[in-house]
């Protein structure tokens, strides 16, 4: 297998725990008898004995992986893993693999976009598995394997760098990278199990609590119904999901250190936190208000209330509806897809260009127009005090110029195809920023079922794009990356 044969030996083992992980919607449809058992029993076996076989024929490399590596690993594993996520839906559903593939990409990806009409007459098993896909996919698959692999002789530092998205990815929580793996993870699960208590005692069964917690968590917006949580048509539910959606929305390291210390001072010092809140929550206020002054609702806690959800939930890139939002005034719904390219912060689970990179952004146009004023002026960009190097501030910029052109690019391809221009934009933003609905043809009132296959597989690529944040696939697309 050659110089990447220590790649493919880590890829066969995370295929095998992958496959692991299918378990649990086999196990809950014998429990269920919803039908989709021998759907799951061919999905496991034909995953496993892939992973089995690929782990087999190179087992004897036992290298650490290098950072070019772990760069492979990363795409690897959101490409293929997704294309065995959608053996149950092709075996129970006769889905096509296009369409199999988008609805599983946008699951492990935490976009949330979906292909399915009918959502309330799946298999339970089969709402499970989209929705598990979404947990998974939210904290990374990859920090899983960066937890689990040095057990098994391989070590992770490299994957954990490619993965983990923002500036800041060099700063640690502990001195171990299987250790702040696993603290991460046991933030998440502890949280996990918050929220579906709460979902529960907000009045939603056992099942759809599960399923909304792994969807609000992830920031991946499935719904076990087709009305979205506008299904429960709950004031309290939707507080709850605020709630979650909100911490979610946040880096979970931050959180892992305000339990650590049990203090609300890491949230205070954190970079992103404050400004993630007051952008967020005043968008809620300014277009409650606007609903309310356009007539939209008759009162203003009404238009507070649906304001409140969904702009925090686009925002945050979740992409759960309370209502079709495509109705209200134009303003509103830019707005909260402008809020959707860069509310969240880095180590969230949200998707988007991070708020980090958006300070960066900011604190060098101000620094031109001050350098512009006064040549001779020496002026820092700073965050919390800490001056940042310019390379950091080159990389953001970088950043913000790639993710400009991908989506003119994208968008100019669905435009192409014969998508009309709002529905291709949004579509576009949609997937790129991992949040789901966009306007037009592909509204919160509708699906993607609508799309070509040819539109279809751009807004699977922009979904694994914005997820491994550009660079990642850029850079295996890349000569140079091949060269040895």
């Not at 075996?91 to 399915?116: K, N, P, V």
């Not at 530092?157 to 993965?163: D, G, I, L, N, V």
């Not at 260009?353 to 350098?371: D, G, H, N, P, S």
Request: hydrophobic share 50%; net charge neutral; with cysteine.
């Amino acid at each position: 297998m050659g110089r990447y044969a220590p790649v493919y030996r880590a890829l066969g083992m995370i295929i095998m725990l992958f496959a692991l992980t299918m378990l649990i919607p086999l196990a809950w449809s014998y429990i269920s008898s919803d039908g989709a058992q021998a759907s799951y029993d061919e999905a496991f076996g034909l995953t496993f004995l892939s992973g089995f076989y690929l782990w087999y024929k190179t087992h004897n490399e036992k290298r650490e992986l290098q950072v070019r590596d772990g760069f492979l690993m990363v795409v690897l594993v959101w490409t293929l893993l997704p294309a065995f996520a959608t053996l149950p839906l092709m075996l129970q559903l006769g889905l096509s693999f296009t369409d199999a593939y988008f609805e599983t990409m946008s699951g492990l990806t935490t976009t949330g976009s979906t292909i399915l009409s009918n959502i309330d007459t799946l298999p339970e098993s089969i709402n499970l598995w989209r929705h598990l896909l979404v947990w998974l996919g939210g904290m990374g698959l990859i920090v899983l394997a960066v937890a689990v692999l040095p057990l098994l002789g391989i070590g992770g530092r490299a994957m954990f760098k490619a993965e983990t998205p923002g500036p800041m990815k060099d700063s640690k929580m502990t001195p171990r990278i299987a250790q702040t793996a696993k603290g991460l993870w046991a933030v998440y699960f502890g949280v996990t199990l918050a929220c579906v208590f709460a979902y529960r005692w907000g009045g939603m069964n056992w099942f759809d609590a599960v399923c909304h917690t792994f969807s609000t968590m992830g920031l991946g917006g499935f719904s076990t119904h087709d009305a979205s949580f506008g299904y429960f048509d709950s004031p309290t539910l939707e507080f709850i999901a605020v709630v979650f959606m909100l911490i979610a929305g946040m880096n979970f390291a931050t959180l892992y250190l305000a339990l650590a210390h049990r203090s609300v001072m890491p949230y205070i010092k954190d970079p992103e936190a404050p400004w993630f809140l007051v952008v967020t929550l005043g968008s809620v206020v300014v277009i409650s208000f606007y609903l309310w002054a356009n007539g939209v609702y008759p009162d203003e806690a009404t238009a507070l209330r649906h304001s409140l959800f969904n702009v925090v939930s686009i925002a945050t890139t979740t992409g759960y509806a309370s209502v079709d939002y495509a109705l209200w005034p134009m303003f509103a719904p830019l707005w909260m897809l402008f809020l959707c390219s860069f509310a969240t912060s880095a180590g969230s689970t949200g998707g988007g260009i991070k708020m980090i990179r958006a300070l960066l952004l900011y604190k060098q146009f101000y620094r031109e127009l001050v350098r512009a004023m006064h040549p001779a002026a020496v002026y820092n960009v700073r965050i919390r005090d800490q001056v940042m190097p310019q390379g950091v501030l080159f990389a953001a910029l970088s950043f913000g110029f790639v993710y400009m052109v991908s989506i003119v690019s994208l968008t100019l391809i669905m435009s192409f195809s014969g998508l009309d221009i709002i529905s291709a934009f949004t579509a576009i933003v949609a997937s790129i920023n991992n949040t789901g609905p966009g306007l037009g043809v592909v509204g919160p009132s509708t699906t993607y079922e609508v799309l070509t296959d040819f539109q279809t597989w751009v807004c699977s690529f922009a979904m694994l794009l914005g997820r491994l944040e550009l660079f990642t696939l850029l850079v295996v697309m890349t000569p140079a990356f091949w060269r040895k």
